[in-house]
């Protein structure tokens, strides 16, 4: 008995893996950088199944990839990438103000040397 | 020409359709052109732009109430499924007008606050340009009719919330808008997911087209049983509480709030008034979306019933830990966990049809109002005193008169004395439930006579004889609080509470683009015999009996059973704190989506 499976089908079951392994880490990380990281895995698995969804052609309905899947793949990094961005920040700012944790790790580092610098709005009292 | 000749093609022509794409573009072309502005422009701007999108939303409702059907814009002219389609139904309508004035309240109130001179340039920037950013989020919620776009417009809305709740700074509401924001990102995970699934499915992300496709299915299943239809069907159902599992935690959905209490207990009142008042109602809107627009029939599955067990859940849960809360804001902050448990309860009972979606929506008005009022109030209580801790706030009635009672209105209506908004919310879910689901109708009432409990204690702190002087106990010297300041919260206060003296024709504006809903109707039923004496007294003659037992038990001394009581509620307490654990709240989401695929498959 062979086992066949599509491309479609690997790249699935392989977003699925993503997805699971990120919500493991998501849920049971030991650190809140840890549990970031874990979400951005999810988001990759999600991609990846959207690129599946694409290969089995849902609008198009040809041979060829559908189109929209791609689409809505990269405004969907946009966004994974905006909310990557943000919580960063806020861990970078948490970091700044607690000094007795962060003294060894490398996001007090960043906030040390960046943070005091990062002013978008110039001058302003915070 | 005059005016109204010149507005008269969109209001009640053919063009109305064109007043929703300036809803959604509006406030997103503000927030581009806020940072030129500056900080002091920003303000200026904001509150012109929301003072024009109340017009812009009145003059949506009255076209949409002229055409009584739903309005459609297909932007570009591209039709679904490639093209966006946005659509403005009574739902809609409604809470586009509810966040329009809500929001034009609390930034009128909040003009002072957030000024360069109180906050600084960065903050009052940062602000106005959030306020902004939570109204795009949620207009586009609104009008949306695409899963994608809907994923985000409501990922607009959380990036500029969770800002809102680390204003300040502080190492505390970082944390708290951190948790915030992860627990949001692992919701909207789940919720794209599932709309990726969906598209997999039937080729098409519009509401509409998808829920005609499952409709057909479901016809189907009877004449013709294909198996590969109902696989079909089933994965559909599957990715719908992929969905639903995402938004609830989005909603903080009781045992999932581990975020909540934090983030509005620690951001700026007006922030907090926003965020408890309009932002998770914008998740709450989707699941109404999905369960009643996307799913056929809701009636054939047991998803319902555990929705509106967790929001039974919630309603007695919530109002508990409100009861025992020390600080006013984490008080305001658990009763909103409380008031969106009678959101849920929609979801069982609204396959009888009509009047538990008019109270749900009702219940999303009444409580918008009367939270934020809440909100802005115990600002208030803050800015006098430097704190809200309620054991040190002794008398504060005596300094502040006027919040006392305006807070007592507020409250009011949260408990649902006729004739507020909470008295008709809970008479119509109470039709709606019928007379053998007594259950439903005993949640409701303990959920009232609980909410009267912490009002009671409130007003019990404010007229016990102040403590002797002890730091915080007596208002700041120089504190700004005037009288002008209750003019807001006291606009909304009322508001919530004389909700049900509106014209019962007004409701009709709810039932535009929904079958079988006769709003109007149902409320003018309720409020005819409302004010009468007998149903008058049968539901406050309760609500005062459990207030007198409050106040007395926090006037009388230090008896046994006393101890007792507050023994068991530290037990409470410890449990309610497990529940707020990063796992914990991370596995009963697994769980909770466990559940709802057990609950949706036969």
């Known amino acids: ?18 997805i699971g392994i990120g919500l493991y880490g998501a849920i049971l990380g030991p650190s809140a950088l840890r549990r970031l990281l874990a979400f951005n895995l999810i988001s990759s698995g999600v991609f990846i199944v959207f690129g599946a969804i694409a290969r089995r052609g849902g609008l198009a309905g040809g041979a060829a990839s559908d189109p929209v899947p791609q689409a809505l793949v990269i405004t969907g990094l946009v966004v994974a990438f905006a909310a990557t961005a943000l919580a960063v920040a806020l861990l970078i700012r948490l970091a700044a103000l607690q000094p007795k944790t ?20 110039g001058g302003g009292k915070a | 020409m005059s005016l109204p000749e010149v507005l008269a093609p969109w209001l009640d022509g053919p063009r109305a359709a064109e007043l929703l794409f300036p809803l959604l573009a509006l406030p997103v072309l503000a927030l581009l052109l806020a940072p030129l502005l500056g900080a002091r422009g920003a303000r200026l701007l904001t509150l012109a732009t929301l003072l024009l999108g109340l017009g812009l939303a009145l003059a949506a409702a009255a ?18 499924p490639l093209g966006v389609v946005l659509q403005l139904d009574g739902p809609a309508a409604l809470m586009l007008l509810l966040t329009a004035f809500v929001l034009s309240a609390v930034g009128l109130h909040a003009a002072r606050d957030f000024g360069v001179a109180a906050v600084g340039r960065r903050a009052t920037l940062a602000f106005w340009m959030l306020l902004l950013g939570v109204w795009a989020g949620l207009n586009g919620l609104f009008l949306g009719r695409d899963l994608f776009n809907l994923y985000v417009a409501i990922e607009v809305l959380t990036f500029s919330a969770v800002p809102l709740v680390c204003l300040k700074g502080g190492a505390g509401q970082l944390t708290a808008a951190f948790r915030y924001l992860l627990f949001a990102l692992l919701g909207s995970a789940l919720y794209l997911l599932g709309a990726g699934l969906m598209l997999g499915l039937h080729g098409t992300l519009d509401i509409g087209q998808i829920a ?13 049983p294909a198996a590969a239809d109902e696989s079909v069907r089933m994965a559909s159902l599957v990715a719908v509480a992929l969905m639903s599992t995402g938004l609830l935690a989005k909603t ?26 309009l932002v998770v109602k914008g998740s709450f809107f989707l699941l109404f979306r999905l369960w009643l627009d ?11 019933l555990l929705l509106g067990v967790l929001g039974a859940f919630a309603i007695l849960l919530g109002n508990a830990m409100a009861l025992m809360q020390e600080r006013l804001k984490l008080l305001v902050a658990y009763s909103t966990l409380a008031q969106l448990g009678y959101l849920f309860l929609l979801f069982p009972l609204a396959g009888a049809g009509g009047p538990a979606v008019t109270a749900a929506l009702v219940q999303v008005v009444s409580h918008a109002l009367a939270k934020a009022a809440l909100f802005l109030l115990a600002g208030r209580v803050l800015a006098a005193f430097g704190h809200d801790r309620l054991p040190r706030l002794d008398g504060f009635g005596r300094a502040l008169p006027g919040t006392l009672l305006v807070l007592l209105l507020a409250g009011l209506a949260l408990v649902g004395l006729p004739p507020s908004g909470g008295y008709l919310v809970k008479t119509l879910y109470g039709q709606a439930a ?16 609980l909410s009267a409990a912490y009002l009671a204690r409130i007003l019990a702190v404010a007229l016990r004889p102040p403590a002797p002087a002890a730091p915080g106990t007596t208002p700041k010297a120089g504190s700004r609080v005037g009288t002008l300041g209750l003019l807001v919260p006291g606009l909304l206060a009322l508001g919530a509470l004389l909700l049900g003296l509106l014209p019962p024709s007004l409701f009709a504006l709810l039932d535009i683009g929904r079958a079988d809903m006769g709003s109007a109707t149902a409320v003018a039923e309720v409020m005819r015999t409302a004010l009468t004496p007998a149903v008058f007294w049968s539901s406050t003659g309760p609500v005062l009996v459990v207030a007198l037992a409050v106040m007395l038990f926090h006037i009388g001394g230090d008896s046994a059973w006393q101890r007792g009581i507050g023994a068991a509620g530290r037990e409470l307490a410890g449990i309610e704190g497990d529940l707020r654990e990063w796992r914990v709240a991370g596995a009963l989401l697994l769980m909770i989506f466990l559940a709802q695929v057990l609950a949706v498959l036969p």
């Open chain 1, 1 to 18: 008995m062979t086992l066949s499976v599509t491309e479609a089908q690997l790249y699935g079951l392989c977003g699925a893996g993503l």
């Open chain 1, 102 to 121: 962060a003294r060894s790790s490398p996001l007090a580092e960043l906030a040390k040397r960046r943070y005091d610098a990062f002013d978008p709005w």
């Open chain 2, 63 to 80: 076209a949409l109430t002229a055409a009584d059907a739903p309005l459609v814009y297909a932007l570009g002219g591209w039709a679904a």
């Open chain 2, 212 to 224: 005609e496709r499952l409709g057909g299915l479901m016809m189907a299943e009877g004449v013709d």
């Open chain 2, 252 to 277: 903080a959905l009781m045992p999932l709030h581990l975020w909540l209490p934090p983030a509005h207990g620690g951001a700026p009142a007006p922030a907090s008034a926003v965020l408890s008042a």
């Open chain 2, 294 to 304: 996307l799913v056929p029939d809701l009636r054939a599955l047991d998803v319902g």
């Open chain 2, 434 to 449: 019928g007379a053998d689901a007594w259950w439903w109708r005993l949640v409701l009432d303990l959920g009232g006579l």
